[in-house]
T-cell receptor, first 118, second 112 residues
Framework: EAGVAQSPRYKIIEKRQSVAFWCNPI?????LYWYQQILGQGPKLLIQ????????DSQLPKDRFSAERLKGVDSTLKIQPAKLEDSAVYLC????????????????FGEGSRLTVL | GDSVTQMEGPVTLSEEAFLTINCTYT??????LFWYVQYPGEGLQLLLK?????DKGSNKGFEATYRKETTSFHLEKGSVQVSDSAVYFC???????????FGQGTELSVKP
């Protein structure tokens, strides 16, 4: 079974430039998450989708970050303009969870996209 | 809000030593608790979980018991191997949104 796919694996940009990350979740998984993992810290949720609707984006810096999940499958996370503090690994995860049932199950993570902002 | 606190690392042990990584949480309601592991160069993967008080999760020789009275979920292994070297993350999820809230991670290094 194919896992969560992410690209690119690595990206180096200068501050004020833009960047986009792509995620393809496991087939059939209704819920998709984007997490930000800064070096030495645990992952922090940026946004959660249920199919193609947003469930939680309370910690997404909406002045510079945006995300979409068209057709309830693939997702793209964009940063524009990037700041130095955006240097991190961006993790995509998916799960089978359906709305209202809560998460007693497993999140499946991709290998992440490492962003360096110079 | 909900939060998870783990013991700081790095933790360095000799092979066959006993491992404990402490994890405590703050949450409203009754969360599910998880340990995830990140091996070098790989993505996060679920190690074990417990969904209610007094449940014990176990996998690959690791164990953790959901202790509601002490709001803890400490990870233990009786005899670590070099291949256990990784970063371990404690996490919780509530019944509402399903998202995971992670601790800061504990790096484990096992020496032969």
């Amino acid at each position: 079974e194919a896992g969560v796919a992410q690209s690119p694996r690595y990206k180096i940009i200068e501050k004020r430039q833009s960047v986009a990350f792509w995620c393809n979740p496991i087939s059939g998984h209704a819920t998709l998450y984007w997490y930000q993992q800064i070096l030495g810290q645990g992952p922090k949720l940026l946004i959660q989708f249920q199919n193609n609707g947003v469930v939680d984006d309370s910690q997404l810096p909406k002045d510079r970050f945006s995300a979409e999940r068209l057709k309830g499958v693939d997702s793209t996370l964009k940063i524009q303009p990037a700041k130095l503090e955006d240097s991190a690994v961006y993790l995509c995860a998916s799960s089978l969870q359906t709305s209202g049932t809560g998460n007693t199950g497993e999140l499946f993570f991709g290998e992440g996209s490492r962003l360096t902002v110079l | 809000g909900d939060s998870v606190t783990q013991m700081e690392g790095p933790v360095t042990l000799s092979e066959e030593a006993f491992l404990t990584i402490n994890c405590t949480y703050t949450a409203t309601g009754y969360p599910s608790l998880f340990w995830y592991v990140q091996y070098p160069g790989e993505g996060l993967q679920l190690l074990l979980k417990a969904t209610k008080a007094d449940d014990k999760g176990s996998n690959k020789g690791f164990e953790a018991t959901y202790r509601k009275e002490t709001t803890s979920f400490h990870l233990e292994k009786g005899s670590v191997q070099v291949s256990d070297s990784a970063v371990y993350f404690c996490a919780l999820s509530d019944f509402r949104g399903g998202k995971l809230i992670f601790g800061q991670g504990t790096e484990l290094s096992v020496k032969p």
